[in-house]
């Protein structure tokens, strides 16, 4: 019989060994476990696969054989988050520890979908759903950035769809975990690293479609707040219709899949030049029917009068310019001549009635000293002095008096005039 402890000297066979673990194993019954599946690989109907803690590091290998795979009613892969009904079998003859799966089903769907709802109702508060605070992605961005995981179709999508579309496209790439523990993380990182490029125009997070849980990060609220503080536009082409993250809501555009997101950000050569091709033929023609316009309109305005002759108007304006000088000389000279005609007239009325003409007849006028005329004998008392104006000259002379008394006494008084 075996002793009950093992010493040096009394060892314990290794069956005895093996018995014991099975016997502490077997005690243990089935569990539930919660974990995310790394690996799940099938094998004539049995699934082989690992199962890792969701918080600390620390993975078990697990079974699940045909007879139980048929019975569940999910589909399962890798990343997905389960709990699983385990019982922990010890192998006695092979010295293996296997845990066998009896049941497995998907877990946190409920609360997860709960706490996005949440965040979304949150972020929706604050504005960084509006359409307001999205900016217009440029026209041809001279970089590109793409987030992206590393050597995915997702990459491989965007490089070459971009690249036929325009082969000068230049990008800065920066490879990050899209699902799993990791990926928020290096996103994050990601974006912060080509959003402070200042070569880089546009920013493409891309991923190849999922599951709803292996599309749980790009709902994180770290990625989300990234994305919404990044001073550079970002693109999200996630590839899932069925259950959109919230970084499809955050971003300035969403693309429907990494080839959507490519063809949206770049712009097809081959169209840009038959649009080019086509401006200028409409441009081409628009300049050449207004040229026609405006021959046309000069051959109009040459065949005019007044262009195809102008010496014309300067005959006609001569010709008048004639007449109006030869009236103006007719009305000059008729009324010089009228003017002539009235001077006459008025002379020989003047003359007629001029003192002069009574004087050139032979009469005098007498006047006083103080120059008044004398028309009465009585007003030139005898020794008066005045001057008497002939029609060509004048005498002093003196008068005699009415009567004569006043006769010089050297002779008779003259006779000085006829009457008044």
């Known amino acids: 019989m075996p002793p009950e402890r093992s ?59 045909s007879s139980v795979r048929s019975r569940l009613k999910e589909d399962f892969k890798q990343g997905d988050r389960v709990v699983a009904s385990v019982k922990v079998n010890w192998w006695v003859k092979g010295g293996s520890l296997t845990m066998q799966v009896f049941d497995l089903k998907h877990v946190g769907l409920g609360d997860l979908l709960e706490r996005i709802e949440r965040l979304r109702v949150q972020l929706r508060a604050e504005g960084l759903f509006d359409d307001s605070r999205k900016r217009p992605l440029p026209f041809l961005p001279g970089v590109i950035g793409l987030v992206t995981g590393k050597d995915s ?18 990008f800065r790439v920066e490879h990050a975990a899209v699902q799993g523990e990791r990926s928020a993380a290096e996103v994050v990182q990601a974006l912060a690293k080509l959003d402070a ?15 709803f849980q292996n599309l749980l990060s790009f709902s994180d609220e770290a990625v989300l707040r990234a994305a919404a503080a990044a001073s550079t536009p970002v693109v999200s082409a996630i590839g899932h219709e ?23 950000v ?5 169209e840009e030049l038959l649009r080019v091709g086509q401006a200028r033929t409409r441009i081409g023609m628009r300049m ?42 007719e009305l000059a ?31 005098a006028i007498a006047q006083t000293a103080d120059g008044a005329v004398l028309r009465d004998a009585a007003d030139a008392p005898a020794g008066t002095a005045f001057t008497l104006t002939l029609a060509r000259g004048a005498i002093d002379a003196s008068s005699l008096g009415p009567d004569g008394a006043g006769a010089r006494p050297d002779g008779p008084a003259d006779d000085v005039g006829g009457p008044e």
């Open 288 to 329: 050449t029917s207004l040229l026609a316009h405006e021959v046309d309109r000069i051959g109009q305005l040459r065949s005019r009068p007044v262009l195809a002759n102008p010496q014309w108007m300067i005959d006609a304006r001569a010709e008048e310019v004639t007449r109006w000088v030869a009236r103006g000389a």
């Open 153 to 170: 179709d997702a990459e491989k999508d965007v490089l070459r769809n971009a690249q036929l579309r325009w082969p000068n496209v230049r």
């Open 266 to 270: 770049v712009p097809d050569v081959a």
């Open 197 to 211: 490029d200042p070569e880089v125009e546009v920013i493409i997070v891309a991923r190849g479609g999922g599951d």
């Open 7 to 65: 010493t040096r000297e009394n060892p314990w066979p290794v069956a005895l060994l093996s018995g014991k673990l099975k016997e502490y194993v077997d005690r243990l019954g089935s569990a539930w476990i919660e974990g995310e599946i790394t690996q799940w690989s099938v094998s004539a109907g049995n699934v082989y696969g690992k199962l890792k803690d969701l918080e600390q590091d620390a993975t078990v290998s697990f079974t699940i054989w």
């Open 242 to 264: 069925a259950d959109r993250p919230l970084l499809d809501e955050v971003a300035d555009l969403r693309a429907s899949t990494p080839t959507d997101a490519a063809k949206r």
């Open 333 to 363: 000279e008729r009324i010089v001549e009228r003017a002539g005609v009235r001077v006459g007239e008025l002379r020989g009325q003047l003359r007629a009635l001029s003192p002069q003409a009574t004087m050139d007849r032979g009469y």
